[in-house]
């Protein structure tokens, strides 16, 4: 079970409490955002997003997260495969909930070979 952490942004009169929920739709909304930045001209963002942006995209959604809930406990993950360790992979996870905003760039991959869900239990 998630356990509900305050946030000290207020939004309508209320504060937003953390969920798996709210995470989702702040890791989609924050997504969205990447996915129109233009690359010319936000050099956090490569031509080609998302192949090769997953470290960094997951840090500034960590960071993000932590502007909305400081008390919060993120951790980084890296996954490495290939011979010597030529695929690599990193994402966020709080609790028992893995956070994977650019697990798509994956997409070559047979889809029953990775996690679909934006958000899902650590194990595909």
């Avoid at 702040?26 to 490569?46: G, M, Q, W």
Wanted: aromatic letters at 8%; one cysteine or more; glycine letters at 6%.
């Amino acid at each position: 079970m998630v356990r509900m952490l305050t946030n000290t942004r207020m939004l309508n009169q209320g504060i937003i409490l953390f969920t798996i929920e709210t995470a989702r739709e702040e890791a989609n909304r924050f997504r969205k955002i990447l996915e129109t930045c233009d690359p010319s001209t936000t050099y956090l963002v490569p031509h080609g997003f998302p192949v090769m942006s997953c470290k960094l995209c997951s840090m500034l959604l960590s960071f993000h997260f932590l502007q909305l809930w400081p008390e919060l406990e993120l951790k980084g993950v890296t996954g490495v495969t290939g011979k010597n360790g030529a695929i690599t992979h990193f994402w966020l996870e709080v609790e028992n909930y893995v956070i994977d905003i650019t697990g798509d760039q994956y997409n070559i991959i047979n889809a029953s070979m990775t996690c679909s869900p934006l958000i899902s239990t650590p194990r595909c």
